[in-house]
């Protein structure tokens, strides 16, 4: 079964940091590019970050706060967030995206991991 | 950046009628491969958001086909030819021509 698996969310200080990870299973994880998105609460979906398998991505919202990073061998997918503010507070899904360069759709998605931010 | 707008915002519908959610971009989605980089999600209550439609018209694995996608250019829709209890949730139309991708404000569809 194809699968992905968030974890690292939890309640964190104004200011602080924390590192999400998403790990893959079911599929060749090496082949996909890989997306993290978020929802805060009572406001859509956006898009936070994106990773290739030589490109990373970012929203305006996050840029110079938070890095995509990936670990092959291990299958996972990691975020890590800096500065966070309350408008961080959100529940982070990862997707899964592209692979060898067609795009049919972020067509997997975890469960989510919620991060909140307060003091 | 892409900015993308849908309307409506809100949507009642009876079950067994007809639903239509229209999608615009503020610029072209088209890649150079001929599709459209327009995807339309759902995000039932509870769960997590599931791909229906990419490409602006393809179905997504295990969709229904009472759901369907179409347009061109700038200017999207999904229609439901059929509502079913089940559809209840938000949808967004969702831009995969920038990376990372942007998403409308979503449709909340709520059944009558």
């Known amino acids: 079964e194809v699968q992905l698996v968030e974890s690292g969310g939890g309640l964190v200080q104004p200011g602080g940091s924390l590192r999400l990870s998403c790990e893959g299973s079911g599929f060749i994880f090496t082949d996909y590019s890989m997306y993290w998105l978020r929802q805060a609460p009572g406001k859509g979906l956006e898009c936070v970050s994106a990773?290739?398998?030589?490109?990373?991505y970012y929203a305006d919202s996050v840029k110079g706060r938070f890095t995509v990073s990936r670990d092959n061998s291990k299958n996972t997918l990691y975020l890590q967030m800096d500065s966070l503010t309350d408008e961080d507070m959100a529940v982070y899904y990862c997707?899964?995206?592209?692979?060898?360069?067609?795009?049919?759709?972020?067509?997997?998605w975890g469960h989510g991991t919620t991060v909140t931010v307060s003091s | 950046d892409i900015v993308m707008t849908q309307s409506p915002l809100s949507l009642s519908v009876t079950p067994g009628e007809p639903a239509s959610i229209s999608c615009r971009s503020s610029?072209?989605?088209?890649?150079?491969?001929?599709?459209?980089?327009l995807d339309w999600y759902l995000h039932k209550p509870g769960q997590s958001p599931q791909l229906l439609i990419y490409?602006?018209?393809k179905r997504a694995s295990g969709v229904p086909d009472r759901f369907s996608g179409s347009g061109s250019g700038t200017d999207f829709t999904l229609r439901i030819s059929r509502v079913e209890a089940e559809d209840v949730g938000v949808y967004y139309c969702m831009q995969a021509l920038q990376v990372p991708g942007t998403f409308g404000p979503g449709t909340k569809l709520e059944i009558k």
């Open positions: 990773i290739s398998a030589t490109r990373t």
């Open positions: 490409w602006g018209s």
């Open positions: 610029q072209s989605l088209l890649y150079y491969s001929g599709n459209y980089y």
């Open positions: 997707a899964r995206g592209d692979t060898a360069g067609h795009y049919y759709g972020l067509d997997v």
